[in-house]
């Protein structure tokens, strides 16, 4: 899919594409990666609390053992 960066840096994605890869209006993460670059969902926002759990998007959070035990300290709490 080819797209264009006007001339104030900006970058569309197209909608598709967002709603394949879970991006939503808002902050999200970018990273070069070679000459690449790599746009992620920021995880804070990914996360989402319905009744009693903890639910992640469909284009998934990075989550790891110490986030696991934070949100479960959090909740006993």
Request: aromatic share 2%.
């Amino acid at each position: 899919m080819r797209a264009t960066i006007d001339k104030a840096g900006r970058l569309a994605i197209r909608k598709q594409l967002r709603e394949v890869v879970g991006l939503r209006p808002g902050e999200v993460e970018v990273f070069a990666e070679g000459t690449g670059l790599r746009v992620e969902p920021i995880a804070g926002e990914s996360l989402e609390v319905r009744g009693a759990r903890i639910v992640i998007s469909a284009a998934g959070a990075q989550i790891d053992d110490a986030l696991i035990q934070s949100l479960r300290d959090a909740g006993q709490r």
